[in-house]
Each structure stands twice: as structure tokens, then as C-alpha cells.
């Protein structure tokens, strides 16, 4: 069974929402840093938003800053990004990670990927 899987990408249209969630199996999110990050064709992994579970900080890029809000359910031990005013741009492989809590939540320091979960926004 995968650690972390991803779920909630799709298509959409230029303006519209989505709600990536970021499911763990096995343990939970308590004392980690949990990232959201996204790859886009031909393009470097970038980091997207991130939150540190020991007092729920988050950081978001600024690429998306105003648009995406990322949260933590300690009731369905998941960590979800919430998407709004999507943008062509926005298109790419959305992954999340975890990391230690002490960490920067930078691709580097992450320590177990999901696979990913495509979003595609149409113009």
C-alpha cells in the first residue's frame, strides 16, 4: 500500500476549482511537514504550498498565492489544496510530500513522494 496517494485532479476550466487531497496510509501527519508540489511538461518540480503540522504554518508560493489554500483534517488524516480561480498555467502533475518538521518543506528535504494527480485547465 502506497504511504501517500493523491486524489482529486481533473479537468477544468479556466476559473473553476479543485480540491486535491493528499490521503496517508499507515501513519499520520502529526510532527511532519507536508508539501504540495507540481511538475509541469518540461519544467522543474516547484514547490506549491506547504504546512508543518506542529502548529499548522503554511507557506505558499506566491505563483499561486491568493488562489490556493492548503489545510490539514486530522479527522480524515489528510491534507488537502484547495484550488480556486485556476489558471491555464496551473496545468501540471500535482504531488504531495512529507518531510521533518523541522525541515523547509523544499524538494530536497521531502523524504516520501506520492505518484502524483494530474490537473489540466483548459482556456
Known amino acids: 500500500q502506497e504511504p501517500l496517494v493523491e486524489s482529486g485532479g481533473g479537468l477544468v476550466q479556466s476559473g473553476g476549482s479543485l480540491r486535491l487531497s493528499c490521503a496517508a496510509s499507515?501513519?499520520?501527519?502529526?510532527?511532519?511537514?507536508i508539501g504540495w508540489f507540481r511538475q509541469a511538461p518540461g519544467k522543474e518540480r516547484e514547490g506549491v504550498s506547504c504546512?508543518?503540522?506542529?502548529?499548522?504554518?503554511?507557506s505558499t508560493a506566491d505563483s499561486v498565492k491568493g488562489r490556493f489554500t492548503i489545510f490539514r483534517d486530522s479527522a480524515k488524516n489528510t491534507v488537502d489544496l484547495q484550488m480556486n480561480n485556476l489558471k491555464p498555467e496551473d496545468t501540471a502533475v500535482y504531488y504531495c510530500?512529507?518531510?521533518?518538521?523541522?525541515?523547509?518543506?523544499?524538494?530536497?528535504?521531502?523524504?516520501?513522494w506520492g505518484r502524483g494527480t494530474l490537473v489540466t485547465v483548459s482556456s
Open positions: 510530500a512529507i518531510g521533518p518538521v523541522m525541515g523547509d518543506c523544499s524538494r530536497l528535504s521531502m523524504d516520501y
Open positions: 499507515g501513519f499520520t501527519f502529526d510532527n511532519r511537514a
Open positions: 504546512i508543518w503540522s506542529n502548529d499548522d504554518s503554511t
